[in-house]
Nanobody, 120 residues
Framework: QVQLVESGGGLVQPGGSLRLTCAASGSIFTISSMGWYRQAPGKQRELVATITRGGSTNYADSVKGRFTISRDNAKNTVSLEMNSLKPEDTAGYYC??????????????WGQGTQVTVSS
């Protein structure tokens, strides 16, 4: 009932930048939290950044000062601006959206993931 479409991943050199975007659609009444997580091969999925409807943000220590999360409540989108990328940022990046459907049921939906590779 909620679909997420992610875009913006790719290959970038160390020190470069990428912007990820996730668009949510479906029978959405309201969205509370939106965020990005990542998972590297052989590792557990970890939080990158989250943002509440009111704009409060939370970042992993490893990305503070380099990544910026933002959202557009009118468009149900969340973006992640990634600067000064490092090889250790290489991972599959997954969008997560939580909220309430028009049926009043809560939802917690994950995107299909987009690959970010940082390499020279």
């Amino acid at each position: 009932q909620v679909q997420l479409v992610e875009s913006g991943g790719g290959l970038v050199q160390p020190g470069g930048s990428l912007r990820l975007t996730c668009a949510a659609s479906g029978s959405i009444f309201t969205i509370s939290s939106m965020g990005w997580y990542r998972q590297a091969p052989g590792k557990q999925r970890e939080l990158v950044a989250t943002i509440t409807r009111g704009g409060s943000t939370n970042y992993a220590d490893s990305v503070k000062g380099r990544f910026t999360i933002s959202r557009d409540n009118a468009k149900n989108t969340v973006s992640l601006e990634m600067n000064s990328l490092k090889p250790e940022d290489t991972a599959g990046y997954y969008c997560n959206v939580q909220g309430v459907l028009t049926t009043t049921r809560r939802f917690d939906t994950w995107g299909q993931g987009t690959q970010v590779t940082v390499s020279s």
